[in-house]
């Protein structure tokens, strides 16, 4: 009788044991999240924290020179210790937390997905700039995202695969690749600014080939001369024309100082050579009155001569020929101190013939 006593008080002890530590574990376990729900000094601390004073230090992240700082690091604080169900056996221990290499599979396996790249899967946002964690499970939300959806679930699960008992890293490549983003945005535009300045600047100095391209170019260029004298009309119309005038005019002097220069007395054979071309022409009447002059073929230069004594004739330098006094009331009438060939409107040397 007395070992059945004790067989069944050790039994008895051992289910007291056993469910002291079940109670053990479910209340440091499923109950660990509303514990702060119930404690005063907890939700004392909650409130410091959420302090504008203690903001600026909890989400220091969101600082202008914080976007340098890049450092990857474990956001989930250091695991609790094993509950007396854990110790005895009741109940599987926690997973061990995840060494580097294991992260860097996780985070090889969340570039692959392209999760960094893809919206927030809670707020459905793009990351930007804004933390961003990578979960154990390789998922990625923003910092504040998951934060919510734990407060408001209760419980710590991912929002995507439901897999309990992740771990947090803080992760920065959604903040690089928009980085990345933006500055080959501002360079395409700025490559489109430059490519479209330079096209107008080609378009407005290279007459293009076609045809019809061709017509609209110089009625733009004639449209611009046009709107410019327009323009200066408006300003001093008086001034314009006098400097029109004043150009026209020493531009007048250029050029007889360069007819000047250019045509010098012929020689003798100059003469000769002159004249003979004059005879292949074989024109015999002169331009201005249009009556015959004398003949150059020694045949019937003395009939010739015999019968128009009073009207000589002139060759000049250009081998053409007028009468005398044809010629010299040419010039008399002519507006010009120099007079050039009545025909070819070149300057001329002449010579009684």
């Known amino acids: ?49 959420t302090s504008p004073h203690a903001r600026g230090r909890v989400e220091g ?33 926690p997973a061990e937390r995840l060494m580097e290499d294991e992260w860097l599979q996780v985070k090889a396996r969340s570039v692959q997905q392209g999760e960094s790249a893809q919206p927030c899967a809670i707020c459905r946002e793009e990351f930007r700039l804004q933390p961003q964690v990578l979960l154990s499970c390789s998922h990625v939300f923003h910092r504040a ?10 419980m710590k699960r991912c929002p995507m695969c439901r897999r309990e008992r992740y771990e947090t890293r803080m992760i920065h490549d959604a903040a690089r690749l928009f980085r990345h983003q933006s500055a080959t945005r501002i360079q395409a535009c700025w490559r489109g600014y430059v490519a479209r300045k330079w096209y107008k ?47 026209l005019s020493s531009s007048r002097r250029v050029f007889q100082q360069l007819e000047r220069k250019s045509v010098s007395e012929p020689q003798e054979n100059d003469w000769d050579r002159i004249q003979s071309q004059a005879i292949q022409r074989d024109v015999w009447d002169c331009p201005i009155c249009l009556t015959a002059v004398c003949s150059l073929n020694l045949s019937t230069q003395a009939a010739t001569s015999n019968r128009h004594q009073h009207r000589r004739t002139v060759l000049l330098s250009c081998s053409h020929l007028f009468h005398q006094l044809c010629l010299e009331a040419f010039e008399s009438f002519a507006a010009v101190s120099r007079p050039s060939c009545p025909l070819c409107r070149s300057a001329y040397h002449k010579r009684l013939i």
């Open 1 to 49: 009788m007395a070992m059945r006593k004790d067989l069944k008080s050790n039994a008895s002890s051992k289910l007291v044991i056993t469910s002291v530590a079940f109670q053990d574990h479910i209340t440091r376990s499923l109950l660990q999240s509303d514990v702060s729900l119930s404690d005063p000094f907890l939700r004392c601390k909650r409130k410091a924290a």
């Open 61 to 93: 992240l969101h600082r202008p020179d914080d976007w340098r700082d890049e450092r990857e690091y474990v956001l989930d604080p250091a695991p609790p210790t094993l509950t007396l169900a854990q110790k005895m056996g009741l109940v599987a221990p």
């Open 145 to 154: 995202c998951l934060q919510a959806f734990e407060r408001f679930s209760g």
């Open 201 to 247: 600047r080609m378009r407005k100095t290279i007459c293009p080939k076609d045809k019809r391209l061709r017509r609209k170019f110089f009625e733009a260029k004639l449209q611009e001369l046009n709107d410019s004298f327009v323009r200066y009309c408006h300003t001093d119309t008086e001034a314009f024309l006098s400097d029109i005038d004043r150009s």
